[in-house]
């Protein structure tokens, strides 16, 4: 999914410091391999945002709206596994016939799949997939629709290699450092339940803010003033459970409104946190809808406010400021939590705010 419409996935990276002058010259020199050298194997590389086989890099081509937006490309050769079955079955069926077999060893099956898949790959179209990728210098920021570990590792590898800067995905533990200076991964567990006790709590920061957002958006009213405004949040469904240890470890709610059911407080009052859940943050003007994943802070399915009709260039401009907005709203947040959290003084008092809300909640079948 691009950034220049409708609802994207995406994950936010801080940029240890900004892109070199000759940036676009290094990602022309990192472009993807022409198509027509693609043979059994695969080949990756940076193109243009406009399309995937735009691998002619330039300044003018490279910068849109003002800011640099890029794609990662992997092109490979695939076979359709039903195809690579039936060809195989074709061939073990012929061996069997011409040999007189009953069936065929495992070995032989393995030099038959062996011998077709090398003789359909050739054969396949090329499969092409792209990381889109917009980097706000302003900010210091990089967005990109790597949604994966896997994902993550190449785009992080490339950029290293093109640019000898590694882009640091913002998660619990790397927003924590950034914006507190604080190692997250120095918390002691804490129990957000009236009936387990801290020590066997789960330790996951990022579903300790999650669950505290929620907490945050009943119990208090959900607003924040930042620095750009004031905005409110609120948690809905469906919403994923997550508790390390016996039993259950994950349980999810769906249908109907999971945020007052009964069996959401059954969850809290066992001691387990939200995973994922989907937030709405917004204001007067503006809100922003999406799933968020508490483990890596990925955004799935993201929704912007509506824009004014105007022309593609202008559209973009104002979803990348949208999402610079969503983002600095987002750490507002998380920053607000962090400051409770850290604090031996107030988390104590905070707890047992949280401890109440959990005991209290109205809850429906």
Not at 23 to 51: C, D, K, Y
Not at 128 to 147: E, K, Q, S, W
Not at 236 to 243: A, D, I, Q, R, V
């Amino acid at each position: 999914m691009s950034f220049e419409s409708g609802s994207v996935g995406f994950r936010a990276f801080y940029m240890p410091r900004a892109l070199p002058e000759d940036a676009v010259e290094r990602f022309a020199r990192h472009a993807v391999p022409p198509i027509n050298t693609l043979s059994s194997g695969e080949i990756a590389g940076w193109v243009t945002g406009r399309h995937l086989l735009d691998r002619l890099i330039t300044a003018d081509n490279a910068h849109y709206g003002g800011y640099l937006r890029l794609t990662l490309m992997k092109a490979e050769r695939k076979i359709p596994e039903s195809l690579l079955r039936a060809e195989c079955q074709i061939e073990e069926l012929a061996v069997l016939q011409a040999e007189g077999l009953a069936y065929l060893p495992r070995a032989k099956r393995s030099e038959i799949k062996k011998t077709v898949r090398e003789r359909l790959l050739p054969e396949m179209p090329p499969s092409l997939t792209g990381i889109p990728t917009v980097y706000d210098a302003n900010n210091d920021r990089l967005y990109a629709g790597a949604m994966s570990d896997k994902q993550v590792d190449a785009l992080v590898l490339s950029y290293r290699d093109t640019t000898g800067i590694s882009p640091v995905p913002m998660t619990a533990i790397t927003a924590a450092m950034k914006l507190k200076h604080f190692d997250a991964t120095l918390m002691q567990p804490t129990s957000y339940s009236p009936e387990m006790e801290d020590p066997l709590a789960g330790s996951s920061v990022g579903q300790d803010f999650l669950t505290w957002l929620w907490f945050y958006s009943e119990a208090r009213g959900g607003m924040l003033s930042t620095e750009i405004g004031r905005y409110g949040i609120m948690i809905e469904g469906p919403l994923t459970f997550m508790l390390e240890g016996d039993g259950a470890h994950v349980t999810v709610l769906r249908k109907g409104a999971p945020e007052v059911s009964t069996e959401a407080k059954t969850c809290l009052l066992g001691g387990k946190k939200l995973l994922k859940a989907r937030l709405t943050i917004g204001a007067e003007n503006e809100s922003w809808t999406t799933a968020l994943d508490a483990e890596d802070f990925i955004f799935r399915g993201f929704k912007m406010p509506k824009f004014a009709d105007v022309d593609a260039i202008s559209r973009y401009q104002q979803r990348v400021l949208s999402l610079n907005r969503f983002i600095s709203v987002f750490e507002s947040f998380y920053e607000k939590f962090l400051s409770e959290r850290i604090d031996k003084g107030t988390w104590p008092v905070v707890q047992k705010e949280i401890h109440k809300w959990v005991a209290g909640r109205e809850s429906k079948r």
